[in-house]
């Protein structure tokens, strides 16, 4: 940004249009924003890609089974065994049940009603336990599209009339599990993002050691948040955007913690022009004209990043890179705005108790970071040689890692009902029959694929085939085992096999399990194409920035070893401390994209203001004054961001617990040891080399800048 620029946004007269123009887009966006949890859409159907043979299932079953239908099971326990009374009394509530808005006209299936039609000769599934312990009612609801929303109120009417003396009920199969989610979200939108804002207030307070100064950072990042969350949501509303409560609970947190770290950097470099400048709106055209290219650099690069998880096959995925790029982008527009205008609104009392005087000293020239410098620059080979060595060390904790899936049990950090339920199914010999393969093939193929796949273990009888046109047919048969499980995705997988073996049948397998094989393999995929994108995009953007090759491609490299210290540390602690039982298989990916887009923030941060003290200064001399110049406000913005993302591990789903861990460990990692050692160190060995092949390589530094702009040396 040109200080030309810089000066007209933070003018006597623009600062309060910028202002008014924020204040006016507030009031527009932060309505529909707190519309955004009503269009998420967390149905595991919606996310896979046309391609996934679910997906084809879905399709063809159309107008014959709805993909909106959600399997409930509401499961009764008495430890001494349920009695007649009992029973009957299940009877009456599953007519009560029935009565209740989203129920299908199928109604709902008791025990009694269950043994009727098996002493009749007709297939009916046993809903009561050889020990008598355990039944069930099986129900299925359809709400329409908007099924995840409706599914709590739904939940709670059936918890209100399942009441028996002496027994324990539980939600569970495809409605339980929803429900539970709903729980997990619950307040995502307000909740979360208040939890975030007091961690980073908290941190912000020690940080600026001023009880006010905080409440402009916190104003802009709650501008940015609001009307980013308004813009989605009219683009999930409008434009087809997957949106779920992942994708939004990450939005705040990135939208918080990207938006503190802009703002840090933004007040360290005004606080540094006010010791320079006696007028206060000169001094912020300054700051903005030296911070910004550096913030737009590390804007860009996360947005970009973000935007490569487009390439995704799973569709949550590819709509979260959107959703989050958005955020980034808003989030840059209101830093680089409404915050400096805020500052210069407000003045430098706004500081104190530690006021910026004009002509006052600069406490950075002999910080705790200038004396790390002073000690990396005695032996900065052996410095980096060991660092690496210790990060490399780090990243055999990968072998820990075990990203294969996590059962509907595993899923979450708490036993929710739905999973006191199943596993009340499955410890008294009872299968879930809410859990099934929809099989689809050719009608005159359809009994030799009934015949393939009786040997396949795990999978119950077949239902009664039913037609859906243009000479095909289905049926279904029940899994015996947890939805997401290992166990279900190979039953899935030899019924495939088995299917896919009769010729001439064209038989596809769908169904419950089948989703969340095929997500599984789509994550998989979706690791091994965006990652190396998302690693050519960064380095060209490095390239573009720092006008050099050796640079950009060190600084991949420690990022990327960063990546394999961060996720091989996150294993143990996950296998040993909080004894999780996997990983999601897109967990990886995830981690890999936020931490390489927020990781190179702080390279960008560190090396843009280096190869700005090179114009006056040669390398090394110049990568100690970045260093003890940006080392307190990186390492702030570190913790800032770290402490954000820590904040996921209130949401009790062990996705985002384990997404949040590795996240914050990772750009601790960044801060403290990556940048301040590893890459300082690199650069004072390798001095001038680190710029070729640009003039800089050569040993001969710029021609400085004119005094009229520097005013004067950064030393």
Same mark, same amino acid.
């Given at each position: 940004?040109?200080?030309?620029?810089?000066?007209?946004?933070?003018?006597?007269?623009?600062?309060?249009?910028?202002?008014?123009?924020?204040?006016?887009?507030?009031?527009?966006?932060?309505?529909?924003?707190?519309?955004?949890?009503?269009?998420?859409?967390?149905?595991?159907?919606?996310?896979?890609?046309?391609?996934?043979?679910?997906?084809?299932? =879905?399709?063809?079953?159309?107008?014959?089974?709805?993909?909106?239908?959600?399997?409930?099971?509401?499961?009764?326990?008495?430890?001494?065994?349920?009695?007649?009374?009992?029973?009957?009394?299940?009877?009456?509530?599953?007519?009560?049940?029935?009565?209740?808005?989203?129920?299908?006209?199928?109604?709902?299936?008791?025990? $009694?009603?269950?043994?009727?039609?098996?002493?009749?000769?007709?297939?009916?599934?046993?809903?009561?336990?050889?020990?008598?312990?355990?039944?069930?009612?099986?129900?299925?609801?359809?709400?329409?599209? $908007?099924?995840?929303?409706?599914?709590?109120?739904?939940?709670?009417?059936?918890?209100?009339?399942?009441?028996?003396?002496?027994?324990? =009920?539980?939600?569970?199969?495809?409605?339980?599990?929803?429900?539970?989610?709903?729980?997990?979200?619950?307040?995502?939108?307000? &909740?979360?993002?208040?939890?975030?804002?007091?961690?980073?207030?908290?941190?912000?307070?020690?940080?600026?050691?001023?009880?006010?100064?905080?409440?402009?950072?916190?104003?802009?990042?709650?501008?940015?948040?609001?009307?980013?969350?308004? =813009?989605?949501?009219?683009?999930?509303?409008? @434009?087809?955007?997957?949106?779920?409560?992942?994708?939004?609970?990450?939005?705040?947190?990135?939208?918080?913690?990207?938006?503190?770290?802009?703002?840090?950097?933004?007040?360290?470099?005004?606080?540094?022009?006010?010791?320079?400048?006696?007028?206060?709106?000169?001094?912020?055209?300054?700051?903005?004209?030296?911070?910004?290219?550096?913030?737009?650099?590390? @804007?860009?690069?996360?947005?970009?990043?973000?935007?490569?998880?487009?390439?995704?096959?799973?569709?949550?995925?590819?709509?979260?890179?959107?959703?989050?790029?958005?955020?980034? @982008?808003?989030?840059?527009?209101?830093?680089?705005?409404?915050?400096?205008?805020?500052?210069?609104?407000?003045?430098?009392?706004?500081?104190?108790?530690?006021?910026?005087?004009?002509?006052?000293?600069?406490?950075?020239?002999?910080?705790?970071?200038?004396?790390?410098?002073?000690?990396?620059? =005695?032996?900065?080979?052996?410095?980096?040689?060991?660092?690496?060595?210790?990060?490399?060390?780090?990243?055999?904790?990968?072998?820990?890692? $075990?990203?294969?899936?996590?059962?509907?049990?595993?899923?979450?950090?708490?036993?929710?009902?739905?999973?006191?339920?199943?596993?009340?199914?499955?410890?008294?010999?009872?299968?879930?029959?809410?859990?099934?393969?929809?099989?689809?093939?050719?009608?005159?193929?359809?009994?030799?694929?009934?015949?393939?796949?009786?040997?396949?273990?795990?999978?119950?009888?077949?239902?009664?085939?039913?037609?859906?046109?243009?000479?095909?047919?289905?049926?279904?048969?029940?899994?015996?085992?947890?939805?997401?499980?290992?166990?279900?995705?190979?039953?899935?997988?030899?019924?495939?096999?088995?299917?896919?073996?009769?010729?001439?049948?064209?038989?596809?397998?769908?169904?419950?399990?089948?989703?969340?094989?095929?997500?599984?393999?789509?994550?998989?995929?979706?690791?091994?194409?965006?990652?190396?994108?998302?690693?050519?995009?960064?380095?060209?953007?490095?390239?573009?920035?720092?006008?050099?090759?050796?640079?950009?491609?060190?600084?991949?490299?420690?990022?990327?070893?960063?990546?394999?210290?961060?996720?091989?540390?996150?294993?143990?602690?996950?296998?040993?401390?909080?004894?999780?039982?996997?990983?999601?298989?897109?967990?990886?990916?995830?981690?890999?994209?936020?931490?390489?887009?927020?990781?190179?923030?702080? $390279?960008?941060?560190?090396?843009?203001?280096?190869?700005?003290?090179?114009?006056?200064?040669?390398?090394?001399?110049?990568?100690?004054?970045?260093?003890?110049?940006?080392?307190?406000?990186?390492?702030?913005?570190?913790?800032?961001?770290?402490?954000?993302?820590?904040?996921?591990?209130?949401?009790?789903?062990?996705?985002?617990?384990?997404?949040?861990?590795?996240?914050?460990?990772?750009?601790?990692?960044?801060?403290?040891?990556?940048?301040?050692?590893?890459?300082?160190?690199? &650069?004072?060995?390798?001095? &001038?080399?680190?710029?070729?092949?640009?003039?800089?390589?050569?040993?001969?530094?710029?021609?400085?800048?004119?005094?009229?702009?520097?005013?004067?040396?950064?030393?």
């Amino acid at each position: 940004m040109h200080r030309q620029i810089a000066g007209k946004l933070t003018g006597r007269a623009t600062k309060w249009i910028v202002l008014a123009f924020w204040v006016v887009l507030l009031m527009g966006t932060a309505p529909l924003g707190a519309k955004l949890i009503d269009v998420q859409n967390n149905e595991a159907s919606s996310w896979l890609p046309q391609s996934a043979e679910s997906t084809k299932v =879905v399709e063809e079953l159309t107008g014959t089974v709805s993909p909106n239908d959600i399997p409930t099971l509401v499961v009764y326990h008495r430890s001494s065994g349920l009695t007649a009374d009992d029973l009957a009394a299940m009877d009456e509530q599953a007519a009560e049940i029935r009565e209740i808005d989203g129920v299908t006209k199928a109604g709902v299936l008791t025990p $009694n009603a269950a043994r009727a039609l098996a002493s009749s000769g007709q297939p009916a599934p046993t809903l009561v336990s050889d020990d008598g312990q355990v039944g069930y009612l099986y129900l299925t609801f359809n709400f329409g599209t $908007n099924g995840w929303n409706d599914i709590p109120d739904a939940a709670d009417e059936i918890r209100d009339i399942a009441k028996i003396p002496g027994v324990t =009920v539980h939600l569970a199969g495809y409605g339980g599990q929803a429900a539970d989610a709903a729980e997990a979200f619950e307040g995502i939108d307000t &909740n979360l993002i208040f939890i975030t804002l007091g961690v980073v207030i908290v941190i912000l307070l020690f940080t600026y050691r001023s009880p006010i100064l905080w409440l402009l950072p916190i104003l802009s990042a709650v501008f940015a948040y609001n009307v980013s969350a308004g =813009v989605v949501y009219l683009l999930a509303k409008y @434009a087809d955007l997957t949106v779920n409560g992942q994708s939004q609970a990450i939005l705040g947190i990135l939208v918080i913690g990207a938006g503190t770290d802009y703002a840090l950097l933004l007040v360290a470099r005004y606080r540094e022009e006010l010791r320079r400048h006696d007028d206060r709106h000169e001094a912020m055209a300054f700051a903005l004209h030296r911070a910004a290219p550096a913030i737009l650099a590390s @804007a860009a690069t996360v947005v970009v990043g973000m935007l490569c998880l487009s390439f995704a096959e799973l569709n949550s995925t590819a709509g979260l890179g959107p959703v989050l790029a958005i955020g980034v @982008a808003i989030t840059f527009l209101v830093m680089v705005t409404l915050l400096p205008a805020l500052l210069v609104i407000v003045g430098r009392w706004i500081f104190w108790p530690k006021r910026p005087g004009f002509g006052s000293h600069e406490p950075n020239t002999t910080g705790l970071w200038a004396k790390v410098g002073e000690r990396i620059s =005695v032996r900065p080979r052996a410095v980096w040689s060991v660092t690496a060595l210790l990060l490399a060390a780090a990243c055999l904790g990968l072998f820990s890692l $075990n990203t294969s899936g996590l059962s509907t049990e595993d899923s979450y950090t708490k036993k929710f009902d739905s999973i006191k339920g199943q596993l009340l199914l499955t410890d008294h010999g009872l299968s879930d029959s809410s859990n099934t393969v929809q099989i689809t093939a050719k009608t005159d193929r359809i009994p030799a694929v009934e015949d393939a796949i009786a040997s396949v273990d795990g999978l119950g009888a077949p239902t009664a085939v039913k037609e859906i046109g243009h000479g095909r047919s289905y049926f279904e048969a029940t899994i015996g085992e947890d939805i997401s499980s290992t166990a279900a995705f190979d039953i899935v997988e030899n019924t495939r096999a088995a299917a896919h073996d009769v010729k001439g049948a064209d038989a596809r397998v769908g169904g419950g399990s089948a989703f969340y094989l095929d997500t599984k393999d789509a994550s998989i995929r979706d690791s091994k194409v965006i990652i190396p994108i998302v690693l050519a995009v960064v380095l060209i953007i490095l390239m573009v920035l720092l006008r050099a090759l050796v640079a950009p491609l060190v600084l991949i490299a420690t990022v990327v070893l960063s990546f394999g210290a961060a996720l091989g540390l996150s294993a143990l602690l996950f296998k040993h401390v909080f004894d999780f039982a996997g990983s999601d298989p897109g967990f990886p990916l995830f981690v890999f994209v936020f931490l390489v887009a927020l990781g190179i923030d702080y $390279n960008i941060f560190l090396m843009t203001r280096v190869r700005e003290e090179t114009i006056n200064h040669d390398t090394r001399k110049g990568s100690l004054i970045a260093l003890s110049s940006t080392g307190g406000v990186i390492t702030s913005a570190g913790l800032v961001l770290a402490a954000t993302f820590l904040v996921l591990g209130t949401i009790p789903l062990v996705f985002l617990a384990e997404l949040g861990v590795a996240v914050a460990l990772g750009v601790l990692l960044d801060t403290m040891i990556v940048r301040s050692v590893l890459v300082t160190a690199l &650069n004072l060995d390798l001095g &001038n080399k680190i710029w070729w092949p640009s003039r800089l390589d050569q040993g001969a530094a710029g021609t400085p800048p004119p005094t009229d702009e520097l005013q004067e040396s950064r030393v």
